[in-house]
């Protein structure tokens, strides 16, 4: 394969001229293909429908300690949901305490109680003349999109294979006390399935930050989330490393079944020291009795065990797996060589994250979508939707079938092809 860039001009043109016939045959066809959220697809959300038989009519809804799961009552969620997840967040299950249907959810709540109320004594962030977010990018669009909304300025901070760059991350926090917090997704990472290493991990939870209030948002999203049984990533357990660098109160675990059972129908939960837990429940008593404990208890009595969720996991895997293998196998076959886009292979987590030629990438989307493939919007991984670079693009191969997928990755890649064409041409 010849790199784009040491083709002639003449060589690009009657290059451009063959992908634009394919790709005007492609367009005629009037797809509608979908690679931009990161859903699961129906035959994923199959492998939980037992779920729907395990609490009936004639189910004994009353909790392993007693609580009727039917009535008021249990604000920190029912003890074998705690025990459950707290398995799944590696964390004692006095940590943790369970919440609604949607991690987002406690994070936006988190983020909502600091600006009005502070935390653990400190001024609340909507007295201050200026509080700020670290982002590491690429990252997820709705973290970004809860600190945009609460005014909070955020800085960009670039992901590198090994986590978020750490010498800027320690600069920041531990020199501006206008830094708050930080939005991490430690484990295959959306959109590029980084994996935090041993020593990014010991360096956040080592950090000395300047402002008492720092706080980690640490949204394990993805714990359980491997393609592979043989090939995975391992990820330290965050509270026990900062409990043990002298920092218990500096993070918040986040975590939810939403890509284990029902998205939108899971259960969330927050890990975090005694002292931010007591906090916690103190507010949260004012704004619940109490969240939904039948949908705690339907889904211990599905899972059993943390071993149930990894079990349901390898069936995912094996949903997911050759999704995310026929997607990189076509980006190796059409564009390995040609120097004008990288990719990441990730072993877990939901996405791809694609880079193009530096200035291609919103060109890229709306290339795809006059083929009638949808794209996550370009720019959507950055604060404020820009992306100094305009070259990532989020790639979810979840929730097309197969076959779609397929054809969406041809479109995508002959896209990809004749912007860069454009691009090297001038
Ligand atoms: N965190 C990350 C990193 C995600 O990618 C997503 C969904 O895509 C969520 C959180 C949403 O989780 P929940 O459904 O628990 O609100």
Redesign the pocket.
Known sequence: MTAYKDLSRDELLELKSGLEARFTEIKAKGLKLDMS??KPSAEQLNLSMEMMDVLNSGANLTCEDGVDCRNYGGLDGIAEAKQLLADMMEVPKDNVIIFG???????YDTVARAMTHGVLGSTPWCKLDKVKFLCPVPG?D??FGITEHFGIEMINIPMTPTGPDMDLVEKYVNEDPAVKGIWC?PKY??PQGITYSDETVFRFANLKPAAEDFRIYW?N??CVHHLYEDKQDYLIEILTECKKAGNPDMVYK??????ISF??S?I?ALAASDANLKEIRSMMQVQTIGHDKVNQLRHVRFFKDVHGIVEHMKKHADILRPKFEAVIDIFEKELGGLEIGSWTKPLGG??ISFDSMDGCAKAIVAKAKEAGVVLTGAGATFPYGKDPHDSNIRIAPSYPTPEELSLATDIFVLSVKLVSIDKLLG
């Not at 249907?101 to 994070?107: A, F, I, R, T, Y």
Request: charged share 15%.
């Open positions: 959220r990161g249907n949607s991690s987002l959810n406690v994070m997820y709705r973290h997704v990472s959306n949204d999203a993805y986040f975590s939810s079944t939403s890509k998205p939108g899971g969330a939901y996405f």
